[in-house]
């Protein structure tokens, strides 16, 4: 005698499988909120570029560069976090991989970590704040070593390389590490950088937007606390 399931628990069943099957219209995505989904609308048709990514964090999570390491891109990624060089070496071998802090001059600073990674800054007002909120805390602190962006650059970047975007993701200091480029000889084509606390009526009035566009790149679209910016200049 055959056993009779519920047509509800049959549907039931059949959606969960719908939901755990492929679905051949899905975007994936790599990044926190999407930004990758959007430099690949902007880049649609380019098969292999090069990007540099500051404040890379991880060779998967979060990543804004990571769909673009999928379709064949390369690039150069840069994070203080101990580690990182390592698993970008494992799993990202034609990356690029830095293991130091970016700021407008050398030396070193205090880098706050927490037991989120993603949270990890040297921005101490910062840090402070999120230290306690809600489940984050500091699980501890170092003087790491700092170096301009355009040093970074000129040590691993071959005469002539067009970066076709540079993302930036320092929590809190994104304007510092962009000070710190020679945008004279690297001028991506796209920045990805973060303007926290501005919407989009005061988005213009941010301190990251004023000298993005006083370097001829305008918002071209807005991603949570993300900005993308497009050089007015072309290619």
Not at 22 to 32: K, L, P, V, Y
Not at 210 to 224: F, H, M, N, Q
Request: charged share 30%; glycine share 6%; with cysteine.
């Amino acid at each position: 005698m055959k056993h009779l399931i519920p047509r509800s628990i049959k549907n039931t069943i059949k959606r969960g499988l719908h939901c755990l099957s492929w679905d051949e219209w899905q975007a994936r995505s790599w990044s926190q909120e999407g930004e990758d989904l959007v430099l690949s609308r902007f880049f649609d048709g380019h098969k292999k570029g090069f990007y540099v990514e500051v404040g890379a964090h991880h060779p998967f999570r979060f990543s804004n560069t990571y769909l673009f390491y999928k379709k064949g891109w390369s690039g150069v990624c840069v994070d203080p976090l101990p580690g990182t060089a390592d698993n970008f070496k494992r799993w990202r071998p034609r990356d690029v991989a830095v293991e130091v802090g970016i700021a407008e001059s050398g030396g070193s600073m205090t880098y706050y970590m927490f037991n989120e990674p993603a949270l990890n800054t040297f921005d101490k007002k910062l840090a402070d704040e999120r230290d306690g909120l809600r489940s984050y805390k500091i699980i501890e602190t170092r003087d790491v070593p700092l170096l301009p962006l355009r040093d970074v650059l000129q040590r691993h970047l071959l005469n002539g390389k067009v970066i076709e975007f540079l993302s930036v993701d320092v929590e809190g200091l994104d304007l510092a590490v962009l000070k710190s480029n020679d945008w004279e000889r690297y001028r991506p084509r796209v920045v990805v950088a973060e303007c926290l606390k501005s919407d989009l009526r005061s988005l213009l009035d941010d301190p990251v937007t004023r000298y993005l566009s006083d370097l001829e790149y305008v918002p071209y679209a807005k991603t949570g606390n993300s900005v993308i910016f497009v050089s007015l200049l072309g290619d």
